[in-house]
């Protein structure tokens, strides 16, 4: 059970903010909500207590959970590359783990798209999930662990600076 202040995570939204708990009639019965605020676009939804978890709805990771997270944007080698890999397919495994709420698999979209940014110039598609999971990502550390979501994403964005400034020559020489 959540309490009213306490941040969550929400899948693909991001995190949250309980403003309230607070009991509905649905149907002639009563129903309890979280009333969650999202704090990247201040959007409010209602989620009903009894399948939170369900849903997804977390608590934020702990600070030792978050630098794991943040440690392992390091980690490449599971990276196979995006060589022979239907796009279809990909996207809907990388939006598939942006729905899971698991910042694990998050951070893994985040990390693969910036590795494939090294290889090829990523499509509009490719970018938007970049941007989404990049946002979920570093909105989540920041809270976890007190700091800003720009901080944030320039530490990962620094992690893969190799990366980048191979993108921004190509960008260059095309």
Known sequence: MFNP???VVYPAQ???RIESIERRDIGG???????VRILGN??????????AAKVGLRPLHNRNEALEVLESFKD???FTGHIGQNWNR????????LKSGKLEDV????????????EKELSFGERRL????MALVSVELACSLERSAEDIKAEIESMFADVLQKEEKDEKNS
Do not use: C
Not at 29 to 35: E, K, M
Not at 90 to 97: A, K, L, N, T
Not at 107 to 118: F, N, Q
């Open 76 to 78: 490449r080698s599971s």
């Open 42 to 51: 201040n959007v409010t939804l209602m989620v009903p207590v009894a399948t």
């Open 5 to 7: 202040e306490q941040l």
């Open 90 to 97: 990909r996207f809907r495994e990388y939006s598939d783990r």
């Open 14 to 16: 991001g995190v949250g």
């Open 29 to 35: 019965q009563g129903v309890d909500f979280y009333i």
């Open 130 to 133: 970049l941007e989404q999971s």
């Open 107 to 118: 951070s893994h979209v985040a990390k693969e798209l910036l590795l494939i940014s090294g």
